[in-house]
């Protein structure tokens, strides 16, 4: 795009009244900020206040920054600086350029299809333990489970352990660590040395860690010196190579361990709880859910070789991550300066957000966006809107590599609730979207259990 910068155009600004009601919080939220930018204003759109940046509208723009000049576009240095590796370690999370690359060829032969698919009879085994628990008509919040679930399941494939039982302590101690990274990037001026400052919080972090690297470190050794490997994903870490033959050492196998500890079930979880909320109010799509679940399978459990007939579990699921996506932001920062498709001119170091919430909701690509319709994600409607308007796990290099593990995990385990109960939104909530870390709900999703009767 040499010569494209002679007909660029720029972003348009949002008023300054938008902008100052949003820096002293006026704007009920996050969210609704940025809609109302995505509304109103072009597809790129100047927020800024401090460090340029702009927000992101349309599909194109984000496929060229997230796939067609990726190297151009880096992850923020608040993850990727010295601070964000003390809290996140040297794995993929926090590493970048070709480290990055080089890790994600590693790391991607555990997420191919083939692999994942030996974890299916763990996910439904641990739903069906937890619908073992629930009592009928029993009053519940159904985001609390749904995490407990997902944390549940993490802990069985990565670690072979079972985090509501004999490692309670393990979770406890992601569980703090998880609260502290997310109270770190959700600050407005970056910690420089993390942990370190006498306060309780910080305490709390270092004890919570001391105890994650004995218990990690602990697990490699004793996979180290067994002729035999538990079937989970640390072991597969254990034995992944590179391109030459090299394995990965203890310090980069619990980093990688540690970084699918703590971010990978909290947005399967909140995408489970966010889908049957949404399934909870609309009986339709729920019977039509119940009808292909039991004509696919008739009354036995789901399995692996399952998923591909499943196809409208899986559109339910995708749907529900369009209205609220867990991983509801993706943050890129210009190396150099650069012309998106759309004509307009990104100054080098200028900050893009790019918003899955927003770019979901836009009507342009899916009418009445705030209707809950699966049928969005028949093969017909997905190959009729450009790609990227829809883009829960982000795409190109740096795409999600739980993505495979996340889809699985969410048809298998919609599955095996529909089989077996209904939920009915209790009255008198008001459930508020929150956009931390993650898009969770302000004060859980109450609802009631009803058992679902097997077909006459």
């Not at 609704?32 to 340029?52: I, N």
């Not at 040297?90 to 070709?98: A, V």
């Not at 990690?216 to 996979?223: E, G, L, P, T």
């Not at 399995?303 to 991983?327: I, K």
Request: glycine share 6%; charged share 25%.
């Amino acid at each position: 795009m040499e010569n494209a910068g002679q007909n660029w155009k720029t972003p348009s600004r949002a008023p300054w009244r938008l902008l100052l009601a949003r820096a002293v919080r006026r704007l009920p939220d996050t969210l609704d900020f940025f809609l109302k930018c995505a509304e109103h204003y072009e597809d790129v759109v100047d927020l800024t206040l401090g460090p340029r940046t702009y927000l992101l509208n349309n599909p194109e723009d984000i496929r060229y920054v997230l796939e067609v000049n990726h190297p151009n576009y880096s992850k923020t240095r608040r993850l990727t600086s010295r601070s964000g590796q003390m809290l996140s370690g040297k794995g993929l999370l926090t590493s970048s350029g070709t480290t990055a690359l080089r890790q994600r060829r590693v790391l991607h032969p555990i997420f191919a299809r083939a692999t994942l698919s030996g974890f299916s009879e763990v996910m439904v085994q641990c739903t069906e333990q937890m619908l073992a628990r629930w009592r009928p008509d029993a009053e519940l919040d159904i985001a609390a489970e749904m995490l407990a679930l997902s944390q549940q399941i993490m802990g069985k494939t990565l670690f072979s352990v079972d985090l509501l039982g004999e490692a309670r302590d393990l979770a406890a101690a992601l569980k703090a660590r998880r609260q502290y990274i997310q109270h770190y990037f959700g600050s407005p001026f970056p910690l420089p040395f993390p942990g370190y400052l006498p306060t309780r919080p910080n305490w709390e972090y270092r004890r919570a860690m001391r105890y994650i690297d004995r218990a990690i470190s602990d697990m490699i050794r004793v996979r180290r010196a067994s002729p035999a490997l538990p079937q989970d994903i640390l072991s597969l870490l254990l034995q992944a190579q590179d391109k030459e033959g090299g394995l990965m050492d203890d310090e980069q196998i619990r980093d990688e361990a540690l970084t699918i500890a703590t971010t990978g079930y909290e947005t399967i979880g909140l995408a489970l709880a966010w889908t049957w909320y949404l399934l909870s109010q609309h009986p339709e799509a729920e019977r039509q859910l119940v009808a292909e679940v039991r004509t696919v399978l008739d009354s036995r459990a789901p399995a692996a070789a399952d998923v591909p007939q499943l196809r409208y579990p899986e559109m339910v699921f995708s749907e529900g991550m369009r209205l609220y996506p867990p991983t509801w932001i993706f943050v890129r920062v210009a190396q150099q300066a650069d012309v998106l498709p759309s004509g307009f001119h990104i100054p080098a170091g200028t900050k893009l957000y790019l918003c899955p919430y927003t770019t979901h909701r836009n009507p342009r690509y899916f009418p009445e966006p705030e209707r809950f319709d699966p049928e969005r994600f028949s093969e017909s409607a997905k190959q009729a809107r450009p790609r990227l308007a829809y883009f829960p796990f982000a795409a190109g290099p740096r795409v999600c590599l739980g993505q495979g593990f996340a889809l699985l995990e969410g048809v298998l385990v919609l599955t095996c609730m529909a089989q077996r109960v209904r939920l009915e939104l209790l009255p008198g909530q008001s459930i508020v979207p929150v956009p931390g870390q993650t898009l969770s709900p302000k004060q859980g999703i109450r609802v009631r259990v009803h058992t679902r009767l097997p077909e006459a």
